[in-house]
């Protein structure tokens, strides 16, 4: 009787209206906590370190505990509890379908352009390092998981028996820091100047590199300052006489042993090579290659400074997707198999030089420079130590310090997290046998390890899903309120198809999703500047979970109707009721 009394108070304690009241405040709070959380780090981060934490389902099954302890302080049950019973069993059903979500959803993000082919692959808001071997079949992935202190789940990523990497650490935020000196045995040209201007309150102390296309100009805010090799006196009278006019980029591509060049840019174009039966169809090219905000492929500027491109190689049944890199010695990341071997070899070209300045190394190590601005044109040779204006304002330029040979030495360094816009970091070590190497990746940067005899090609960014359908944008359109310019809405009109050929249109606005093949596709952002464009979100949830969440809501709905709407119907009419 002790025993059953005991049980008893314990159920009580776990049924109790207070301990439901502390449940219900404390989700609340950590959900409107979390809603801040998501919107600055992201739906992966919120999602590892709060929906999908032991401590956050611990809470929610606590709550679920004291909803069915609530159900069981009053058994055995009579006839006119049933409303109440069945709202309870659908509370319990509906957190385990919220649980549910958090753990096996799947949510990503889609760029549309108007134009372009329908697309399949959505970004994943998932961070993933991706390793590949050149001209090998040695690939893997992994899925990351940070943790507060810097620590990464999976600690190891094997590519083969004598190759694999070691996740060492996490890093929320990081910085580049650059060392230049001399001391390269091929030569590499680098340029210190210095840029002053009162009115615009800027001194500028910077190194620029004629060989990097990363680092060989650096935007100025009014102009952009370029730092070329000049090889002889035809090329300094160009510079300091004429405006250089634009070359366009080009894509080489060998197959047998023929070498065939196409326009990386002619989007969507179909070029045959030769006799091969080969078709070179380009994706995109991006002259100043970035990851945007939505890890959409992007040009920062229209300068060759990191030039990019995408190509479709396709034989009948056959395709291969390659991502080519202008940068010397990053290989291209290429997906699909075909009977057939081909190398690419990106050429970046050359950009019109607009309102800006542009340094020469001549061969007698003279500087030359060429300033183009709204007053006109001006050259000359810019002498070390010795001041010269290039007619921006009251800019005056100064050549600090010339090296022929530079040795560029770059290390990531972790720096706290700021309010600023921050750039993760992973520390990784490649081993080959007894052969290791260690270097900090930064997100969104491709980069090579180079381990033994082995070269690692590795990328860390974020996930891709692919549809099993395709999503195309036909249309996008704006609307202004009458009489303003003042935006009203926007509409995305798409049409989606499956395998089978089936299609179905949609028009998507805001707080007006489409759904299709059980995916929900929302408005997530656009861009202003660029109206044929738009950037969706989509969501899946399991059949399972969906079924879940919808029985748990039918049930809490039909317990509260028979709890107060129907109650007559389980009550004895000669019996009185307490209530």
Known sequence: MHGIGMDRKLLNALGSLKLACVLLGAVALILAVATFYESNTGTQSALLNIYRTVWFNGLLGLLALNVAAAALIRWPWQKR?????????????????????????????IALHVGESPANEIRVDAE??????????????????????????????????????????????????????????????ALRFTIESAQAQQH???????????????NLGPSVLRFIVLDDAEQIRQLTNAVADATPPQLGITIAGQTYTIDPAATGKEFPLGATGVQAIPGGYWPDFRLGANNEPMSV?????????VVTLRQADQSQRAFVF????????????TNFEAQLELHAGTAARGSGITLGLAPDGRVF??????????????ELGKVFEPGWMDFKITVNEVITNAVVTEQIVPVPETSESSTPALKVTAHAGNDTQ?????????????VGDRMVHLFLGNDTLVLPFTVQLEKFEVEHDEGSDNVAGWKAHVVFEDATGKQAKAVISMNHPAWFN???FAQASWNPDALNFTVLQVKKDPVFVTWLTWFGSGLIVLGTALLFYFRRLFVNQNSTVNT
Request: hydrophobic fraction near 40%.
């Open 438 to 450: 260690t270097a900090w990746l930064r997100a969104d940067q491709p980069s090579l390890l180079h």
């Open 128 to 189: 993933v390092l991706t390793a590949i071997v050149p001209n090998s079949e040695l690939r893997a992935k992994a899925l990351l998981r940070f943790k507060h202190n810097g620590a990464v789940r999976p600690r190891e990523l094997r590519l083969s028996n004598d190759l694999w990497l070691t996740l060492d650490e996490h890093a929320v935020n990081s910085r580049a820091e650059q060392t230049i000196a001399a001391g390269n045995p091929t030569p590499n040209p």
């Open 369 to 382: 420079y060429a300033a183009k601005a709204k007053d006109g044109f001006t050259a000359g040779i810019a």
């Open 518 to 520: 059980g995916f929900k």
């Open 81 to 109: 509890q049933v409303g109440f019973v069945i709202t309870h069993v659908g509370i319990i059903v509906l957190l385990g379908g919220c649980s549910a979500a958090f753990h096996y959803g799947t949510e990503g993000i």
């Open 326 to 337: 202008a940068k010397p010695g990053l290989p291209p990341m290429v997906t699909g198999a």
């Open 204 to 218: 500028l102390s910077d190194w620029v590199l004629a060989n990097s296309p990363e680092q060989n100009q650096i």
């Open 301 to 309: 500027t229209e300068e060759p400074n990191n030039p990019a491109a």
